[in-house]
């Protein structure tokens, strides 16, 4: 804290990032909990597939904000665990088509809730894995806003940490 009481940006910066990971994780169980228990959603493959890769991009936006913090608290000029981030930057998109196809078909043979659900669950994933790993979609705070307005869409926050790596030839290439 300064001495008016206020925090300072690089304390409110860290605050904010702790509060992202904590809340993608949280997010987790209480989807789980809002779908399948409150709303009786069925327990088909295509809505667990669904729920598992939205689930599985929670985790990596976690992992994100979590060694962002990391960098930030030891002030180091790059992103630590980049090179996990950079595998999962090649490997997710693999694995959302083969959840998005399996919804599909899932959605044309039983279309309703056996099916709709998850394929919306992997949509999602599928926008998720662009906001983190390409284009920020996510425009939660006024100067995330004001920018998208007056400057238009920008490279994701992880998108540029990955670009960082590769610009400095420390870390995989993977394009």
């Not at 983190?132 to 926050?157: E, K, N, S």
Request: aromatic content about 8%.
């Amino acid at each position: 804290m300064t001495d008016t009481g206020t925090r300072s940006p690089r304390e409110e910066a860290k605050r904010r990032l702790r509060s992202l990971a904590l809340l993608e994780l949280l997010n987790i169980p209480l989807q789980a909990w809002l779908w399948f228990s409150l709303t009786a959603l069925p327990l088909t493959v295509a809505n667990l597939a669904g729920f598992g890769a939205f689930a599985l991009l929670l985790v990596v936006a976690a992992a994100y904000w979590s060694l962002k913090l990391r960098q930030l608290r030891r002030r180091e000029p790059l992103l630590p665990g980049h090179r996990l981030l950079a595998t999962a930057r090649v490997v997710l998109p693999v694995a959302l088509a083969a959840v998005l196809i399996v919804c599909i078909v899932a959605a044309v043979r039983l279309p309703g809730a056996q099916s709709w659900p998850g394929l919306a669950f992997g949509i999602f994933a599928v926008l998720e894995y662009i906001n983190y790993f390409h284009v920020q979609l996510m425009h939660d705070t006024r100067a995330d806003l004001r920018r998208l307005i007056t400057v238009g869409f920008r490279p994701a926050h992880l998108a540029r940490d990955l670009a960082r790596h590769r610009q400095r030839g420390r870390g995989p290439s993977p394009s």
